[in-house]
């Protein structure tokens, strides 16, 4: 992709243009599928588990590094109309989740089988330690990059597309940033867990403390790579 687009000024094409020359694509790294699009959802949804029941996570249930349901199915009930039929796309782990709506990366981890609802992606990977991409994914500089050459309808209502994820640029780091990165990611989904659980604000807010801090060190080694 050449960084054509005629909104860049000078000194961000060649920017974007460095960011591309010193990456892989992502679509090389991973494979992607999209979440199952449910015909009358609501009326097949349950709020209790049964025995055969799994999660069900829908788009609105997820944040950076968090995720939390409160719906649950049996797949063998499910009228799936469109996006991913096959069971083992949604129940094979580890895994990332990335929210399609927004103009800004929303990208979580999963290492529970869950059922995964049409605005959310899929992604796996034996190629890249998952944790490393869940901290890149989820930088400044990632959803700056895509905002600015990638997302489409921005006025109206921004979505991510999957073509446009495959084309996220991902730079190979050293083992020390990349254990650092993967470090971070990992205390930031205990962190957010944890702030989830908390009552008193004292603790709510010094669970903030902390994630500020580590995702400023993720943004600040992610700046230092590309």
């Known amino acids: ?97 990335i929210r399609r709506t927004g103009s800004n990366l929303c990208v979580t981890y999963s290492d529970k089988q869950e059922l995964i609802e049409s605005t959310i992606y899929i992604l796996r990977s034996e190629k890249i330690n998952l944790k490393f991409l869940l901290g890149l994914l989820n930088s400044k500089l990632l959803s700056f990059y895509l905002s600015k050459r990638l997302v489409t309808n921005q006025q109206g209502f921004p979505q991510v597309l999957m073509g446009q994820l495959e084309q996220l640029p991902i730079i190979s780091a050293n083992e020390k940033n990349k254990n650092e990165i993967a470090k971070l990611a990992d205390q930031l989904l205990k962190l ?35």
Not at 40 to 47: A, C, G, P, V, Y
Not at 198 to 211: R, V, Y
């Open 1 to 97: 992709i050449e960084p054509s687009d005629v909104s860049l000024d000078d000194s961000s094409k060649k920017f974007f243009k460095k960011i591309l020359n010193s990456s892989k694509l992502m679509g090389e790294l991973v494979e992607m599928s999209k979440g199952m699009v449910v015909k009358n959802r609501n009326d097949i949804l349950t709020q209790t588990p049964t025995k055969k029941s799994l999660p069900f996570l829908l788009g609105n249930c997820m944040t950076r590094y968090s995720y939390h349901y409160n719906k649950y199915a049996e797949y063998e009930k499910l009228d799936i109309i469109g996006g991913t039929r096959d069971l083992s796309k949604h129940t094979t782990i580890p895994r990332l989740l």
């Open 192 to 226: 957010n867990e944890e702030k989830t659980n908390a009552k008193l604000q004292t603790k709510i807010e010094q669970m903030d403390s902390k994630i500020n801090y580590c995702e400023s060190r993720i943004n600040e080694i992610v700046y230092q790579l590309y």
